[in-house]
C-alpha cells in the first residue's frame, strides 16, 4: 500500500462527497482539515484522530446493525484500519468478522455512501462509511464479538441507530446504492 496515493485517493473521494447535512457538512470539513494534518492518517497509534473504516450493509432484508457494547448502541460495523490495509479493505475485513456473514463491495468498486467524525472515547474517529452487499443469510458473528447482530427494515434501523448512522441510512435508503 502506498499511504501517500491511499491518503490522496480517499482526500478527493471526501472532498467529492455530497454532503447534505449540517453533521455531514461539519464531518467533511474537519475530515479534510484533518487528512491534510495527519502524517498517516490510519494509524491508530500515531495520534489520537484516525480514520477507521466502516459499512452500510444492505441486502433483500434491509441493514444489518450491531449493538456496540462500549458506545451502548446500534451501530454499523466496522472499525479500524490495520496496517497495510485501505479503509475499504478494513470495512470488509470488519463487518465480516463483525457479522460472520459473506461481504462485498458493489461490482463497481468500493462507493464512499457516508462520513462521519465522531469522538470515541480518548479517539476522535474519521468514519468513511461504504456500501458493502450481503446475501440473505442469518449473521453469525464469532466468539468474541457482539452477538446481537441483525437485520433491520431501513425504518427500523433509522429509529433505532446510534446518530452518527441516522443520515447514511436515510441515504442509502432513499436509493443512493
Request: without cysteine; hydrophobic residues 40%.
Amino acid at each position: 500500500m502506498d499511504l501517500r496515493q491511499v491518503t490522496a485517493d480517499l482526500r478527493q473521494t471526501v472532498a467529492a462527497f455530497d454532503a447534505a447535512t449540517p453533521r455531514e457538512i461539519s464531518s467533511r470539513s474537519r475530515f479534510l482539515a484533518e487528512l491534510a494534518r495527519l502524517a498517516n492518517p490510519f494509524d491508530r497509534d500515531a495520534d489520537l484522530v484516525h480514520v477507521t473504516g466502516s459499512a452500510i450493509l444492505v441486502g433483500s432484508r434491509g441493514t444489518v446493525l450491531h449493538w456496540h457494547k462500549r458506545a451502548g448502541g446500534w451501530m454499523q460495523p466496522g472499525g479500524h484500519v490495520d496496517a497495510g490495509e485501505t479503509p475499504w479493505q478494513a470495512a470488509l475485513r470488519e463487518t465480516s468478522e463483525e457479522t460472520g456473514l459473506q461481504v462485498r463491495h458493489p461490482d463497481t468498486g468500493p462507493r464512499l455512501v457516508h462520513l462521519d467524525v465522531h469522538q470515541a472515547g480518548p479517539h476522535v474517529h474519521l468514519d468513511v462509511r461504504y456500501l458493502l452487499l450481503a446475501e440473505d443469510a442469518d449473521p453469525a458473528p464469532p466468539a468474541g464479538e457482539s452477538q446481537q447482530v441483525r437485520w433491520f427494515a431501513f425504518e427500523d434501523a433509522i429509529a433505532m441507530a446510534d446518530a452518527a448512522l441516522v443520515d447514511g441510512l436515510r441515504r442509502v435508503a432513499g436509493g443512493d446504492r
